[in-house]
Every structure is written in C-alpha cells, then in structure tokens.
C-alpha cells in the first residue's frame, strides 16, 4: 500500500522521525519550545538538499559557442557554497574557483554558480563535489584545459577540539591541459596559501 521502501515519505513522516531523533537525545518533542521544531528541521532539510530535485546537467543551459576565443583563459573565484558531509550530515563550507582555458563553448558565471549549487545542496563528500563540478563543466564546455580548486571548512572536524577549528581543507581536480600539474597552476594563480573565509 505504502510503495514499499522506496517510497520518499512524506512530510508528516519527516516531522515524526525529528520528534523519534529528539526523543533519542534526551529531548522532550512535547515541550511547547520545541513543538514548532520538527518542522523547522523538515523545512531546512528541503532547502539544505534542494539539490536532489534538480538535474545537474541542465544547470549549464544552452552553452555560448565563440570560436575566436578558444584558447582565453578565463577565471571564476570565490563561488561561496555550503554542504553537508555524507558521514555527519554536519555542515561544510567554502569557495570554489574554476580556471578554464577555453574550448568548445564559454562558461556563464551564473551558471558555473547554479551548478555548484545544485551539486552541493545534496550529502557530499568534498572531494567528490570537486570532481562533479569538473565532471558536468567538462562535459558541458569542452574546455582546452579546466582547474576546479574547492576550500572548505568541515563542521564535523571543527566541533571536536580547538586544535581542529582552524582546519581546512583544498581539493583540486585538473582536466585537458590542466590535468598533468593543478597544484602547479593552482600555485601560479594564487589559488594555493588563501585560507577560505570562516
Ligand atoms: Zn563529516
């Protein structure tokens, strides 16, 4: 009757499972301060991972063809995202910058920025979300050469202990003419030693 396991439960079901979760940690889900809870956690779960509702792939729209500018080097900085890591469900933040030498067609700025987007607001793995983004621009652009570089803070890493607060992490992912030395080029464009924004 249910459609089995499969099934996506519906939002009285969501707002249930808070109440079981704060009930686990001690919680009283009848206490009138937190009665509005359970749907506030299910309202910031819809936005948190609005990105399992959309397609990646038609983020990028109708790509631009300019012929005469293959071979420019264009740079994205400072695409701020957040996400959650697949291990916590704890958040994690940052910025992606993309260097791309261009190819097939050019990159939109807004589009670059909605991808992130859409790959970030679903569980992730920080290396992973880089290699998506390359993976979908790649596909979509056909660049010469393409730099993803991801900076990020790690939530489940900073709660633990005050050594780890000031922890970040770089990931980078090179493709075509980028894909021999990244860290190299990542280097040569500043995008090493800068710490991303707390
Ligand atoms: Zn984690």
Redesign the pocket.
């Known amino acids: 009757m249910d459609g089995g396991a499969d099934r996506r439960p519906g939002r009285a079901e969501a707002e249930a499972a808070v109440r079981v979760l704060l009930r686990y940690i001690g919680a009283d889900p009848q206490a009138p301060e937190l009665a509005a809870t359970p749907q506030r956690v299910v309202d910031a779960l819809d936005e948190h991972f609005a990105g399992y509702r959309r397609d990646p792939a038609d983020v990028l729209g109708a790509p631009l063809a300019a012929p005469d500018l293959r071979g420019q080097l264009v740079e994205i900085r400072d695409v701020s995202f957040s996400s959650h ?1 697949e ?2 469900i ?1 958040p ?1 933040f940052g910025t992606v910058d993309v260097v791309l030498r261009v190819g097939a067609y050019l990159p939109g700025i807004g589009h670059v920025a909605d991808l992130v987007e859409v790959l970030a607001r679903r569980l992730q793995l920080q290396e992973r979300l880089t290699r998506e983004i390359a993976d979908h621009l790649e596909a979509a652009l056909q660049p010469e050469g393409l730099l993803v570089v991801v900076r990020a803070r ?1 939530t ?2 900073s709660l633990r202990g005050p050594c780890r607060r000031r922890a970040w992490l770089r990931t980078l992912e090179g493709r075509g003419a980028f894909a021999e030395n990244p860290e190299t080029l990542a280097a040569a464009l500043g995008l090493g030693a800068r710490v991303p924004a707390p």
């Open positions: 890591c291990h916590h704890a994690f790690h489940c890493m």
